[in-house]
């Protein structure tokens, strides 16, 4: 598993366009550190390891579904760690979203659409790194045009859609918005969301 999900990394990170310089200088360090791991994507790598998460849009564009994450305490993206069964980390992440929404039918954006590195204690019990790569998604559409009705995992402590541009005061602000953007952009390119 380990193999071929660390293959997978360095493909998707190599063939990604990031957005600008810093995204791009970013993907040069997580190229980096993934030939320089035995598993990067594997939780049990102490010095951090490779996530992957996902920006989860309404068919109209205009909501996203945040989590309230228990370790972070901020409103944040639907993600987490690799597991055995991804293929590569699209998988992860569709998986991801998938298991902490509730939601079938999510579509993933083609490529990641923002990186970001964050230090945390995660299940190691020890402070780590994420490296985190982020991709869009977007909710199947309702008959009345209403963002479906999320289903919260045991992962959240709470699970709610919120207007992109009315986001709650506890979001994690330093990487969300940017990350809204960055995922409506891309989602928007692609002709899934208005």
């Not at 590569?88 to 659409?113: F, M, N, Y």
């Not at 985190?132 to 869009?136: L, N, P, T």
């Given at each position: 598993m380990t193999a071929a999900l660390t293959?997978?990394?360095?493909?998707?990170?190599?063939?990604?366009?990031?957005?600008?310089?810093?995204?791009?200088?970013?993907r040069h360090a997580y190229l980096a550190f993934v030939d320089a791991a035995t598993d990067p994507?594997?939780?049990?790598?102490?010095?951090?390891?490779l996530t992957a998460s996902a920006i989860v849009f309404d068919?109209?564009?205009r909501h996203v579904l945040l989590t309230l994450h228990p370790r972070v305490g901020?409103?944040?993206?639907?993600?987490?760690h690799?597991?055995?069964?991804?293929?590569?980390?699209?998988?992860?992440?569709?998986?991801?979203?998938?298991?902490?929404?509730?939601?079938?039918?999510?579509?993933?954006?083609?490529?990641?659409?923002?990186?970001h590195t964050?230090?945390?204690?995660c299940s190691l019990g020890v402070p780590t790194r994420h490296l985190?790569?982020?991709?869009?998604a977007v909710a199947p559409p309702t008959a009345d045009g209403t963002p479906p009705e999320p289903v919260c995992s045991d992962e959240s402590i709470d699970l709610a859609w919120w207007p992109v541009d009315a986001l709650p005061e506890n979001v994690d602000a330093e990487s969300v918005p940017a990350l809204i953007t960055l995922g409506h952009d891309a989602l928007r390119g692609t002709e899934l969301i208005s």
């Open positions: 293959a997978s990394a360095r493909q998707i990170l190599g063939a990604w366009q990031a957005p600008d310089p810093d995204q791009d200088a970013l994507c594997v939780r049990a790598c102490v010095p951090g390891h068919a109209t564009g901020r409103w944040v993206q639907l993600g987490g690799c597991e055995p069964g991804d293929t590569g980390l699209d998988a992860a992440a569709l998986r991801e979203a998938t298991e902490e929404s509730g939601l079938a039918g999510l579509v993933l954006s083609p490529s990641p659409v923002q990186l964050h230090p945390i204690t985190d790569v982020r991709y869009g």
